[in-house]
Nanobody, 116 residues
């Protein structure tokens, strides 16, 4: 069974940094587009960033270059480096990864809380 496990969330002060990780396990033959989304309570889930097999990246304009997405296919892992965090970045962050050219899978979500 394919599953995605996220880590790296937590509580941080405004201006701080966090790095999220999402590792895919199970019977994996290929990994396609990898992405990060976030959702605050009562609000719609929004795309943060994604990265293709070829390494092409796409970011939400509102992030203003503060976030960086990367992938390590040897480790079946996608990362999200978050710098200069703001209180409005507070949300549950979810990874989403296309697996085996069939479908995408969601991680369980990791809470990011930015104080001050």
């Amino acid at each position: 069974q394919v599953q995605l496990v996220e880590s790296g969330g937590g509580l941080v002060q405004a201006g701080g940094s966090l790095k999220l990780s999402c590792t895919v396990s199970g019977r994996i033959f290929s990994l396609n587009t990898m992405a990060w989304y976030r959702q605050a309570p009562g609000k719609q889930r929004e795309l943060v960033a994604d990265i293709t097999n070829g390494g092409r990246t796409n970011y939400a304009d509102s992030l203003k270059g503060r976030f960086t997405i990367s992938r390590d296919d040897a480790k079946n892992t996608v990362y999200l480096q978050m710098n200069s965090l703001k209180p409005e970045d507070t949300a549950v962050y979810y990874c989403n990864v296309g697996v085996n050219w069939a479908r995408s899978y969601w991680g369980q979500g990791t809470q990011v809380t930015v104080s001050s």
